[in-house]
């Protein structure tokens, strides 16, 4: 399989990077423990909604309000694909999906569990080249993966080509410049998406924040068309979380997790 000619990381530090969350996430008990958390389960849901909406309006908009209800634009009969599905993928609970549904991980075991009801799965390394043709695709969905690859910028521009002209990607990743992790940085505290000890967040390699996201995707030859949030949360001493989804809707680049569909321009 060729490869990708921006790709400039060392192969083994990827290979160590891979079977790093491939061993953290490829069993499902960590995804499934934060999967029932209401701070995931908002941002999934967000996310699911984007793309039911955006792939249903083709290229009318993200709302879905230009397309009948019920009726699929006429790109939405391509196949939705989900990279980084995990055991637990974001579109098992959609009803009677416009378009089939296709799941893919980088772990087995992962493709295995969260195969159903999809049409297909796939057993891929997003790091390398996707298998699909130009253009095979209604829609792309990720969650929580961007932040775990050396060069993000590859991988978008991989999800461009295999986008149709009118297609949708919606991802999902941690916010580097949340409500708290702003102030904290002002008094000389890391923010908590860096720490190196952290069970989980130690295998996240490439931070965003909204406008570093929007940048990103623009190179990569995708159009933002819309940025949303589960919560702007504080966690206070002692590890009680005092969240507001109100605020996520009017500041969403204060947020935990930020949501954004883009389109290729």
């Not at 991980?105 to 297909?120: K, N, Q, T």
């Not at 790091?127 to 993000?152: N, S």
């Not at 002209?165 to 919606?170: D, E, M, N, Q, S």
């Amino acid at each position: 399989m060729r490869e990708s000619p921006s790709r400039s990381t060392p192969r083994s530090v990827e290979a160590d990077g891979r079977l790093v969350n491939r061993d953290g996430y490829g069993d499902g008990t960590a995804v499934r423990r934060y999967v029932a958390d209401p701070y995931h389960r908002v941002r999934r849901e967000l996310a699911v909604r984007m793309l039911l909406d955006g792939v249903r309006s083709g290229g009318n908009g993200v709302a879905g309000r230009d397309a009948p209800a019920g009726r699929p634009a006429a790109g939405a009969r391509r196949p939705v694909l989900e990279l980084g599905c995990g055991p637990v993928s974001m579109l098992a609970d959609v009803p009677d999906p416009p378009w089939p549904p296709l799941v893919a991980d980088l772990a087995f075991d992962a493709v295995v569990a969260a195969r159903w009801p999809a049409v297909g799965a796939l057993c891929l390394d997003v790091t390398r080249p996707l298998p699909l043709r130009d253009g095979a695709l209604a829609g792309v969905l990720m969650g929580e993966l961007i932040e775990h690859v050396y060069d993000p910028l590859a991988l978008l521009r991989e999800c461009r080509r295999v986008l149709a002209p009118t297609g949708l990607l919606v991802l999902t990743t941690p916010n580097l410049a949340g409500l708290q992790d702003r102030f904290s940085f002002l008094l000389g505290r890391a923010p908590r998406q860096v720490n190196p000890a952290h069970p989980y967040l130690r295998m996240h390699i490439r931070p965003f924040t909204v406008s570093l996201l929007r940048d990103v995707l623009r190179r990569a030859e995708l159009e933002p068309v819309l940025v949303r949030s589960n919560y702007v949360g504080w966690r206070l001493r002692g590890g009680r979380w005092v969240k507001s989804r109100t605020l996520a809707r009017l500041l969403p680049g204060l947020g935990g997790s930020l949501v954004v569909a883009a389109r290729p321009r």
